[in-house]
């Protein structure tokens, strides 16, 4: 996968792009990120201003449709054409379904706002997605579009050591709902023990266990996904 950022705060992505995961992942060449700065785009090379007031008056300051748009035309050249992805608290709402339809993906634009937004003709001439990383207002799409390349970047092939791994995972395709409680050693700590099943080697039990487990939490915490998933 390729994956294009659209930034004015190329540097926002430093220390994320270079630990753990997701360093890893660039290193064996089965993602690629590439950082564009929107301010190259801009005419006016001492200043390089991209944002202006809106018209209509009101506070903050919108980022400017003309190299907005000059900088997503020429990003899309450099490889075959991405898939447009605008973050935004107005957008649809990311969740683990999306994640996995964005991994299937062979490229990826993603357009960080600032600001108060971009100029709605950045909207209405590119048509990308739009998606929101929840009900809440960040300063800028940066940490939005991380929470995307995480989401994401741990679904594609090879990444995880394990194939199998996330589909346990909460919300994952496995089941789509809260995963089981985990154990690791010691056995007891505290008067707390782990439960006798998961020592049995029985791997039947184990699984039957792990599935009654996940779906009390799910229905202890989050009924709306059982809900979700009888209707789909
Ligand atoms: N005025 C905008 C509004 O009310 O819809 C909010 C602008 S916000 C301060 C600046 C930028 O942060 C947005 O353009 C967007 O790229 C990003 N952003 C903020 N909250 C977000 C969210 N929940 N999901 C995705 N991106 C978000």
Redesign the pocket.
């Known amino acids: 996968m390729r994956i294009d950022l659209v930034t004015l705060f190329p540097a926002i992505f430093d220390g994320y792009l270079t630990q753990s995961l997701l360093d890893k992942a660039i290193e064996r060449q089965l993602v690629s990120i590439h950082r564009h700065d929107l301010r190259d785009w801009v005419a006016e090379v001492p200043h390089r201003k991209v944002d202006d007031r809106p018209f209509g008056g009101g506070p903050?300051m919108l980022i400017q449709v003309e190299p907005t748009v000059r900088c997503i035309r020429d990003v899309d050249q450099l490889a075959d054409p991405a898939r447009k992805i605008?973050?935004?608290?107005?957008?649809q709402r990311l969740d683990q379904r999306m994640a996995e339809n964005l991994a299937t993906s062979e490229r990826l634009m993603l357009l960080?706002?600032?600001?108060?937004?971009?100029d709605q003709r950045v909207l209405d001439i590119v048509q990308p997605e739009e998606?929101?990383?929840?009900?809440?207002?960040?300063?800028?799409?940066e940490v939005?579009a991380m929470i995307i390349i995480d989401a994401v970047v741990r679904l594609l092939p090879g990444v995880l050591g394990d194939e199998n791994s996330s589909l346990d995972d909460s919300f994952s395709r496995g089941n789509r709902l809260l995963e089981f409680p985990q154990y690791t050693r010691p056995r007891s700590f505290e008067g707390h023990d782990v439960p006798d099943v998961l020592l049995s080697g029985d791997h039947a039990a184990i699984a039957a266990w792990r599935s009654d487990m996940s779906r009390k939490r799910t229905l202890e915490r989050r009924r709306d996904l059982i809900d979700d998933n009888e209707n789909n």
């Open positions: 903050g605008l973050l935004t608290p107005q957008g960080c706002g600032r600001y108060e937004g971009f998606i929101s990383v929840g009900d809440f207002v960040l300063n800028g799409g939005a």
